[in-house]
């Protein structure tokens, strides 16, 4: 008899109805349930949609063909127990209108139940053993992950998610593949035990860290062997190859500003290539020698900071060793760059270029010789003041050059003609 209420209560509107609410509750959202369907235990909806308020950690989320198989076996418990939850495909945006909704407490704080439409003899919690969703899709400002494979589990108060599969994607940077994910949810937050992801067939990025939605994120990144072309602007792209590693961290208050969490770490470049680069064409052009046009890096490294539309790098170092090396710092900021350099070549590839170690790279160190440049201008077209300097200082040598011969020829002059005289009239003084 209790059993056949109790299915006869699952198929009732007023049940649909307690569904929705306790998820209204949990997820700080005004929730809707479709018509449910039934076979034996086994419930069926076509999708759930919510749309969350001011202070829920998102703003719309749907679930696609939802199958549920629900257990008696804790009735007494006052508890509904969901054995399974199947989700063909969830829909999830952090960004967008919210519902007006009444203050809710913080969440993970109880709040008092609705009152019992059964008058208390029926189950009045849910709880949920398994839940697996085929397709997941995440949407925030400026990227996304989807077509992810989910499970969650419960876990001492909160969930146990793993995920598997798809793909994320960040403007501005590259697409990656989800390799695994291991997370837990305790309300407020998503610590992330480790997110793996894959570029290409050597390129990883790890991340660990915490999403507290009532406060901030804090995440470490670990980036190894990723292709560095996908991270720069279409103009460098066709001037800087490499394989990208380091460690970063991203920070910032939760809801992100318009300008994005600050991003810093120190990065550095393996099998590099620099080239069609205007100093070194021009460095090229006045030593002769073509290995400057396109440089094989051997080492390049960097310290950087983004926060908002500001990027500090400090600590730059590019070499190419035997040949050149840049060390310095620089800004860019609304696509200009502002940047103080160190540059060194060899003493050799100077040779045919006049004035050029007496009056422009006139310091010694490390097998290289060194001078100073400033970069300044658009991203796009910077320039430099170190061709001017190079041009200037042949230009004084020649004319230096001049002067002396034109000096020594005067004094050949005087000095032939002063011999004349002596031969001629040998008294004169």
């Known amino acids: 008899m209790v059993k056949a209420a109790a299915y006869s209560y699952l198929r009732s509107d007023s049940f649909r109805r307690f569904v929705a609410q306790k998820a209204g509750g949990t997820l700080r959202a005004e929730c809707e349930l479709a018509p449910l369907q039934f076979t034996g235990a086994s419930i069926f909806t076509e999708g759930f949609k919510a749309q969350g308020g001011k202070d829920a950690p998102f703003a719309a989320l749907t679930l696609d063909q939802m199958r549920a198989e629900i257990s008696l076996r804790r009735f007494f418990e006052k508890v509904w127990q969901v054995e399974q939850i199947d989700v063909q495909r969830l829909?999830?945006?952090?960004?967008?209108p919210r519902a007006e909704l009444p203050e809710a407490p913080p969440m993970g704080v109880p709040t008092a139940s609705a009152p019992n439409p059964s008058g208390g003899w029926l189950p009045n919690r849910v709880e949920i053993s398994t839940a697996t969703v085929h397709d997941t899709n995440l949407a925030w400002s400026g990227g996304s992950m989807r077509n992810t494979t989910?499970?969650?589990?419960?876990?001492?108060?909160?969930?146990?998610?793993?995920?598997?599969?798809?793909?994320?994607?960040?403007?501005?940077?590259?697409?990656?593949?989800v390799q695994a994910l291991a997370l837990r949810y305790r309300a407020p937050s998503l610590f992330v035990n480790t997110a793996e992801f894959r570029q290409g067939g050597t390129?990883?990025?790890?991340?660990?860290?915490?999403?507290?939605f009532d406060e901030?994120?804090?995440?470490?990144?670990?980036?190894?062997?990723?292709?560095?072309?996908?991270?720069?602007?279409?103009d460098w792209r066709v001037r800087l190859k490499g394989q990208l590693s380091g460690d970063v961290t991203i920070r910032g208050p939760l809801p992100l500003p318009a300008a994005g969490p600050e991003i810093a770490g120190?990065?550095?470049?393996?099998?590099?290539?620099?080239?069609?680069?205007?100093?070194?064409?021009?460095?090229?052009?006045?030593t002769g020698t073509q290995q400057f046009r396109r440089l094989s890096l051997s080492r390049a490294s960097a310290d950087f900071k983004q926060d908002g539309t500001k990027l500090r790098v400090t600590k730059f170092v590019a070499e190419s060793e035997g040949l050149i090396r840049l060390e310095g710092d620089f800004v860019i900021e609304h696509e200009m760059i502002d940047g103080t350099f160190q540059v060194g070549v060899t003493p050799s590839s100077l040779?045919?270029?006049?004035?050029?170690?007496?009056?422009?790279?006139?310091?010694?160190?490390?097998?290289?010789?060194?001078?100073?440049?400033?970069?300044?201008?658009?991203?796009?077209?910077?320039?430099e003041d170190l061709t001017a300097r190079l041009k200037q200082a042949a230009g004084e040598v020649i004319v230096d050059t001049a002067k002396g011969a034109v000096q020594d020829a005067v004094k050949t002059g005087k000095d032939t003609i002063k011999n004349a005289l002596d031969l001629l009239l040998p008294g004169t003084k």
């Open 216 to 234: 901030r994120l804090d995440l470490q990144v670990a980036i190894r062997d990723v292709n560095l072309t996908p991270f720069l602007s279409p």
């Open 150 to 177: 989910v499970t969650a589990v419960p876990d001492g108060g909160g969930w146990k998610i793993t995920g598997q599969g798809g793909k994320i994607e960040q403007t501005g940077l590259p697409a990656l593949d």
């Open 266 to 286: 120190s990065l550095s470049v393996a099998r590099g290539e620099l080239t069609a680069l205007p100093v070194l064409d021009q460095i090229a052009l006045f």
């Open 203 to 212: 390129g990883s990025v790890k991340a660990t860290g915490e999403i507290n």
């Open 351 to 383: 040779a045919f270029i006049p004035g050029s170690r007496e009056k422009v790279f006139t310091e010694s160190r490390a097998g290289y010789v060194w001078t100073s440049m400033r970069l300044t201008g658009p991203l796009n077209k910077p320039a």
């Open 91 to 96: 829909n999830l945006s952090l960004t967008g």
